[in-house]
């Protein structure tokens, strides 16, 4: 540090203390600085090569200021080069379990530097450290072989060799594993509990397993008990709780979770006992769908196909007339497939629609309608021999059926797709028949024709068998 009255200095080198110096550039040492009132560049600094480790040499400085002018010599100072340059690396690093559960270490290195020290041969029970030499002092060149008479049982123990010179310079092999191997059982999760909230985020916590091999969890699930637990947790959990994020809109109602310990040899433990938790009911049950209709004198009797909804608890009849609002007529328990309609009005035309409702009180939407009128309305004859096949060459379902051919008449096609809503899918007027080409696999369907006649009476419906479409 110049204090900023030089411009340039000669930069000088000796073998010996008291000289002489000699010039090591062949000019003097110039310095330009971007800013002159930084503090940072104020330190000036040159490194000299001396080709030679461990020699000392002696330094000074005489500064120049801008007028040419040379000031006394600074302080001598002494310096020397340093060996920077490690041994070759130890390789071919391997480690065995022997009979005695003692684990023996080996490795090779070919050359030995003049300057090499001896081996050093750590141990961790983490890959990241910290490592501890397992034995005193330094191993010889030839003494390629140890034996690690105290490996963790209960853990994986990490090795790694050092070539170490006598300027403590160090290059390390790679870093290998042994494990203790131990056939004795492994204890399983105890105590799962959890929750599922309503947006479908799961969270689950276990017991601690008290076997020190232990090392992480691994989490499994099924909608069922008799069905296959897949693998839910990617990497190995190393603490004792579990989330996911899983779907609301499915019919399994519930989900079962297991966990599985891991030991340091990544053997797993039994399943533990399973831990069932239901999902929040967000969808709405199947309704119902009419199947029939009778008008006897000033009665109506209305029949039913029940929902198909396994949480079913309640189904509901509305009716209301063109124009008006809809009236809850009855409700009815999960078994009541019909109703008899006693409190009509002559020459009215009445309309009825289903509604179910589940153990979570969500609502069905309303049932395709069906009327009624006791102003001498006659019913239409059903169709007979509803007939559904699947073509596996043509990939469609055909559906036929018998009915007097007339123009006066219209053939209204139903479609459900495995048990759920029954929705109108075409309405046929020129044959007995209609294909369904728009068929997936792993499907169940059924289908269901219902006559309408020219001035909208119609016939009750009549449903084919149901046609499972396992391949395409």
């Known amino acids: 540090y110049d204090g900023g009255n030089f411009t340039s200095y000669i930069l000088e080198r000796s073998e010996s203390e008291g000289g002489p110096f000699v010039p090591i550039t062949n000019t003097p040492y110039l310095r330009i600085k971007s800013n002159p009132n930084s503090i940072e560049e104020s330190i000036a600094s040159h490194i000299d090569s001396v080709g030679v480790n461990y020699k000392p040499f002696y330094y000074r400085i005489t500064g120049i200021n801008p007028f040419g002018i040379k000031s006394s010599p600074s302080e001598v100072i002494m310096g020397m080069g340093v060996d920077l340059t490690p041994p070759g690396a130890p390789y071919n690093f391997k480690v065995e379990e022997q ?10 290195k070919d050359i030995k530097e003049n300057d090499f020290f001896g081996y050093i041969v750590s141990k961790a029970s983490d890959y990241q450290g910290p490592y501890n030499a397992i034995h005193d002092g330094e191993l010889q060149f030839s003494n390629t072989t140890i034996i690690d008479n105290n490996p963790g049982v209960a853990q994986r123990n990490y090795y790694s060799v050092a070539a170490v010179d006598t300027a403590g310079n160090v290059s390390t092999s790679m870093v290998n594993i042994g494990i203790i191997s131990d056939d004795s059982p492994i204890q399983s999760p105890t105590d799962l509990t959890g929750s599922i909230d309503a947006d479908g985020k799961v969270n689950i916590q276990w017991e601690k397993c008290s076997d020190p091999r232990v090392i ?87 029949s039913w196909a ?116 029954l929705s109108a899918l075409k309405k046929v007027s020129e044959s007995n028949s209609y294909h369904d080409k728009r068929i997936k696999k792993d499907k169940i369907y059924r289908y269901g024709i219902r006559v309408i006649s020219k001035d909208g009476m119609e016939s009750p419906i009549v449903f084919s068998n149901s046609i499972p479409v396992t391949n395409q």
């Not at 966990?259 to 006992?273: H, T």
């Open 216 to 302: 992480g969890y691994k989490v499994y699930s099924s909608n069922s008990p008799n069905h296959r637990f897949l693998m839910k947790s990617g990497e190995l959990i190393k603490g004792t709780t579990f989330s996911e994020k899983i779907s609301l809109k499915t019919l399994s109602e519930r989900v079962i979770y297991k966990v599985a310990a891991v030991n340091v040899g990544f053997a797993y433990s039994e399943l533990s006992e399973g831990l069932e938790l239901n999902r929040p009911d967000i969808v709405a049950p199947s309704f119902g769908v009419f199947n029939g209709r009778k008008i006897i004198d000033d009665t109506v009797t209305l």
């Open 306 to 421: 029940i929902s198909h909804s396994h949480d079913l608890v309640q189904q509901r009849l509305w009716r209301k007339i063109e124009g008006g609002e809809w009236i809850l007529l009855a409700s009815f328990d999960t078994t009541v497939d019909s109703y008899e309609d006693l409190s009509l009005e002559p020459k009215v035309q009445y309309i009825y629609a289903l509604q179910s409702v589940d153990d979570a009180g969500l609502e069905s939407e309303m049932s395709p309608f069906i009327t009624a009128s006791i102003s001498g309305y006659k019913e239409l004859e059903s169709v007979k021999n509803v007939t559904a096949v699947y073509d596996k060459d043509s990939h469609e379902i055909k559906i036929r059926w018998d009915y007097p051919r007339s123009e006066d008449y219209t053939f209204l096609v139903y479609k459900s797709i495995d048990a759920l809503k």
């Open 99 to 108: 009979a005695d559960k003692s684990i023996k270490l080996t490795w090779k």
